[in-house]
Nanobody, 124 residues
Framework: QLVESGGGSVQAGGSLTLTCEVS????????MGWFRQAPGKGREGVAT???????DYADSVKGRFTLSQGNNKNNLYLQMNGLKPENTAMYYC?????????????????????WGQGTQVTVS
């Protein structure tokens, strides 16, 4: 089970930190990540991380967003700075066991992995 939190409404230039709490069986090999979907647009992979600590970010968020995990690897965080109106979207957390790579997972179809219900981020 994945539960996202931390979304909200902020002004452009502001910051938010999203949290994903993961429960259930743990696996030694996995990918986790944040994805988003804006109204009328397709799903976009924002940032992903694997069990070795490798990360992959969308070009549009590099330098502004930072992905991290909790000490027990069951929590995933997305620190978002310098938010822009175009970052407005529903943000989802996902995990996939035994994924090929972080870059593959970030662009993989939504049918792969386990997904949370999402948390809304609105930037005005």
């Amino acid at each position: 089970q994945l539960v996202e939190s931390g979304g909200g409404s902020v002004q452009a230039g502001g910051s938010l930190t999203l949290t994903c709490e993961v429960s259930g069986d743990t696996h030694s090999s996995y990918c986790m990540g944040w994805f988003r979907q804006a109204p009328g647009k397709g799903r976009e992979g924002v940032a992903t991380i694997d069990s070795d600590g490798n990360t992959d970010y969308a070009d549009s968020v590099k330098g502004r967003f930072t992905l991290s995990q909790g000490n027990n690897k069951n929590n995933l965080y997305l620190q978002m700075n310098g938010l822009k109106p175009e970052n407005t979207a529903m943000y989802y957390c996902a995990v996939l066991h035994d994924c090929p790579s972080v870059s593959w997972f970030r662009t993989a179809p939504a049918k792969f992995g386990y997904w949370g219900q999402g948390t809304q981020v609105t930037v005005s």
